[in-house]
């Protein structure tokens, strides 16, 4: 039954209607953060993204479908993302166990492109089908493809709101445009959370950002502004503030694989400015399952610290007065 922090977060969606509503419930009401108005996913995409033996090797039991969704499941997520294939996989076999997320564009790294493209996968109707509460969706803010990518969402975001699903975005700068440092640069990587929320995203992935300012004129404005980007925790909650103030759920994801003091760090510093959780694969799925698990947990644990996010309370109140 949702607590109060959930019914606020509800009432940031008022133009949907009741099924995506539930659904959004069901993500932010499953696992042991349930109520808390913080996730924790499991995405499981980077097979098709990376290849077979970049993304499993190292921990050869999660070639199989079913390993992830055994681990989304024990670890006590909030949800388990994924593309279609892995989903058939194992839908039938973990009915209701866990919420799924549908991914219905992906991409491949078969070939050197400055400016990729993601091809459209699957469908809402696949969604549908496998019992789905929301589909994923790429965009590559900074690429030359990037308004062909805006026009599909807003397609496929209609579609799934029409039939009751919620939509996340993975916001990833990147193509010719860009530096490798612009990737994740703090004026860039805002940026490409805003867009999200403008193309009607309920949940929106980005990476974490650094200090790095990729454009001259953002940069005049940081400086003008006295804008606070020095820490990590600063970075999320200018990040979180670039999605209406905070009225849409915005979630980082892992990256490559880190040590465990690495990424709680990383965590505490999520916790801290105001975002609301993790998606993280490699991180997980690329460890022993014992190992995955003790991780899950330490990052569970941090999101449910009750002395939550006292830097973005703090700005948060500044902001107003």
Request: glycine share 8%.
């Given at each position: 039954?949702?607590?109060?922090?959930?019914?606020?977060?509800?009432?940031?969606?008022?133009?949907?209607?009741?099924?995506?509503?539930?659904?959004?419930?069901?993500?932010?009401?499953?696992?042991?953060?349930?109520?808390?108005?913080?996730?924790?996913?499991?995405?499981?995409?980077?097979?098709?993204?990376?290849?077979?033996?970049?993304?499993?090797?190292?921990?050869?039991?999660?070639?199989?479908?079913?390993?992830?969704?055994?681990?989304?499941?024990?670890?006590?997520?909030?949800?388990?993302?994924?593309?279609?294939?892995?989903?058939?996989?194992?839908?039938?076999?973990?009915?209701?166990?866990?919420?799924?997320?549908?991914?219905?564009?992906?991409?491949?790294?078969?070939?050197?492109?400055?400016?990729?493209?993601?091809?459209?996968?699957?469908?809402?109707?696949?969604?549908?089908?496998?019992?789905?509460?929301?589909?994923?969706?790429?965009?590559?803010?900074?690429?030359?493809?990037?308004?062909?990518?805006?026009?599909?969402?807003?397609?496929?975001?209609?579609?799934?709101?029409?039939?009751?699903?919620?939509?996340?975005?993975?916001?990833?700068?990147?193509?010719?445009?860009?530096?490798?440092?612009?990737?994740?640069?703090?004026?860039?990587?805002?940026?490409?959370?805003?867009?999200?929320a403008q193309l009607g995203a309920h949940i929106i992935k980005v990476k974490l950002p650094s200090a790095h300012i990729e454009q001259e004129a953002a940069r005049t404005v940081y400086q003008q502004e006295q804008i606070p980007i020095s820490t990590l925790t600063e970075r999320v909650h200018h990040v979180v503030q670039s999605t209406f103030n905070?009225?849409?759920?915005?979630?980082?994801?892992?990256?490559?694989?880190?040590?465990?003091?690495?990424?709680?760090?990383?965590?505490?510093?999520?916790?801290?400015?105001?975002?609301?959780?993790?998606?993280?694969?490699?991180?997980?799925?690329?460890?022993?399952?014992?190992?995955?698990?003790?991780?899950?947990?330490?990052?569970?644990?941090?999101?449910?610290?009750?002395?939550?996010?006292?830097?973005?309370?703090?700005?948060?109140?500044?902001?107003?007065?």
């Amino acid at each position: 039954m949702s607590n109060n922090r959930v019914r606020e977060i509800l009432t940031w969606y008022g133009s949907d209607n009741p099924g995506t509503l539930t659904n959004l419930s069901r993500l932010l009401n499953h696992g042991k953060l349930a109520g808390t108005g913080k996730l924790v996913i499991l995405p499981v995409d980077q097979g098709f993204e990376h290849g077979p033996a970049r993304s499993f090797a190292s921990n050869p039991s999660a070639y199989d479908p079913h390993y992830h969704f055994e681990l989304a499941i024990e670890a006590g997520c909030n949800a388990y993302a994924a593309p279609l294939g892995f989903l058939e996989a194992g839908a039938r076999d973990f009915a209701g166990e866990i919420p799924l997320i549908l991914k219905v564009n992906d991409h491949d790294l078969l070939q050197n492109e400055q400016d990729p493209n993601q091809a459209l996968t699957s469908s809402v109707a696949d969604a549908l089908r496998l019992g789905c509460v929301g589909i994923g969706f790429t965009i590559y803010p900074g690429s030359m493809h990037r308004l062909e990518m805006y026009q599909q969402i807003r397609a496929y975001a209609e579609e799934a709101k029409r039939n009751g699903l919620v939509v996340i975005i993975w916001s990833y700068p990147r193509g010719s445009s860009l530096s490798k440092q612009g990737e994740t640069a703090i004026d860039v990587t805002s940026y490409a959370a805003h867009i999200a929320a403008q193309l009607g995203a309920h949940i929106i992935k980005v990476k974490l950002p650094s200090a790095h300012i990729e454009q001259e004129a953002a940069r005049t404005v940081y400086q003008q502004e006295q804008i606070p980007i020095s820490t990590l925790t600063e970075r999320v909650h200018h990040v979180v503030q670039s999605t209406f103030n905070g009225r849409r759920v915005v979630i980082f994801s892992g990256g490559p694989a880190e040590s465990d003091e690495t990424i709680l760090d990383e965590i505490r510093s999520i916790q801290e400015g105001g975002g609301f959780g993790s998606i993280m694969g490699r991180n997980s799925f690329q460890r022993r399952k014992p190992d995955a698990l003790k991780l899950l947990n330490a990052v569970i644990d941090i999101y449910n610290s009750k002395s939550e996010s006292s830097f973005y309370r703090a700005t948060a109140l500044s902001s107003v007065n």
